[in-house]
């Protein structure tokens, strides 16, 4: 070999040496970010609504200006809000829209940024059914944006192995992967869910005056009384007003103003059958009033019991729905002038069961004489 053409033959093998560097730095390099994205351009800013369908029911979340409500169907140009809690006979109303949960809705916002095109699992259309990412059995999820045109849609299926993520496919695509997330947890169509069910909520430390009047007994005033000025560690101390003159253990009041500072609702009555008799606001079972040092003033009414539920229907002036609350919960703002005492309620004895009339009583049988001693 000449020499000469040595140095040729070592620059030819570097180029060769470099080309299969790059070539397999190229094949093992890994798709950005973006481009693994469902929704690349997604935001919630520009989102307008998202729709979740399944085979049982669908729901629509509706985003109106900085808050996102829930609506029973997709919106239409002529939609007007409703936020009215009754009708003029005090029925319980359907309300077209709600306030939705801003929680809820931002676990959601959060799983469609995050969701990627990483596992995939099948291409074969055969197996959408037995993955549940068909039409039929698929949860549907469509993205809008702020003009309601659609951006993207895909169905959620069935869990993967370890229960804490699902089989999804695209609209219009055998693909299927596998994503994290517990995705079929964040997209839902139970309405109540979606729903904001807090009913009120506000620093405690504000309030001045609690008003407890139940049906059938005598109202209960109470009155956050000052200390004296001349005691600089005192602290201030809840006063019975009426209808007896005592304090109040510190341990009861605060169960009403803790439970009525966050208070929330267990659900949302929609039913429009059951009369205003029926739910109790004609003359309701219980009213708590709340005043403020501000002036402010807050009313709960809490109405009659929901069959066997132990639920009880409440009404506030500041939001436009009939709630459903547990009984536990009422019981903890409802309090009793011996309870804020501290005395402890006398539980009714039992009442003795009657016998019917012409019923015989049984007469016990008197005990069997023992046996004479044999002489």
Not at 76 to 81: E, F, K, V
Not at 225 to 242: E, F, G, L, T, Y
Not at 318 to 331: M, R, S
């Amino acid at each position: 070999m000449n020499m000469k053409h040595l140095p040729l033959l070592a620059v030819i093998l570097a180029v060769i040496i470099g080309i299969i560097i790059v070539a397999n730095q190229l094949g093992n390099q890994r798709p950005s970010e973006k481009s693994l994205a469902w929704f690349p351009q997604f935001s919630e800013a520009e989102c307008g609504m998202i729709s979740v369908k399944d085979i049982k029911d669908s729901v629509f979340l509706v985003h109106r200006g900085k808050e996102w409500v829930v609506m029973n169907r997709r919106p239409s140009d002529n939609t007007a809000p409703s936020f009215l809690s009754s009708d003029s006979s005090g029925r319980a109303r359907k309300i077209s829209e709600y306030p939705a949960d801003s929680a809820f809705v931002e676990m959601a916002i959060d799983k469609l940024k995050a969701l990627k095109k990483e596992d995939l699992i099948s291409q074969n259309q055969q197996k959408q059914v037995e993955l549940e990412v068909d039409t039929i059995q698929g949860t549907r999820v469509d993205i809008y944006n702020d003009k309601l045109a659609p951006v993207g849609s895909f169905y959620i299926g069935k869990n993967g192995a370890d229960w804490t993520s699902n089989f999804v496919r695209m609209s219009g695509s055998n693909d299927v992967y596998l994503a994290g997330g517990s995705l079929k947890y964040s997209f839902f169509t139970d309405k109540s869910r979606w729903k904001n069910k807090v009913i009120a909520k506000f620093d405690r430390s504000f309030v001045k005056g609690i008003e407890i009047a139940k049906r059938d007994s005598a109202s209960i005033f109470l009155s956050l009384s000052a200390p004296s000025p001349k005691d600089s560690a005192a602290r201030p101390v809840w006063q019975i007003v009426s209808p007896v003159k005592d304090s109040a253990r510190n341990a009861e009041v605060d169960k009403i103003l803790n439970t009525l500072s966050n208070f929330s609702a267990a659900d949302i009555e929609e039913d429009t059958a059951i009369s205003a008799d029926s739910l109790g606001f004609t003359k309701p079972y219980a009213r708590v009033a709340l005043s403020f040092e501000n002036g402010d003033k807050k009313t709960v009414l809490v109405g009659n019991q929901k069959g066997s539920e132990g639920k009880r229907w409440v009404r506030t002036s500041e939001k436009p729905a009939t709630f459903l609350v547990n009984g536990y919960t009422i019981d903890n703002i409802v309090r009793s002038v011996n309870a804020l005492r501290g005395i402890p309620e006398k539980k009714p004895e039992p009442v003795p069961a009657k016998t019917p009339a012409g019923a015989k009583k049984d007469k016990k049988k008197p005990a069997p004489k023992a046996p004479k001693a044999a002489k």
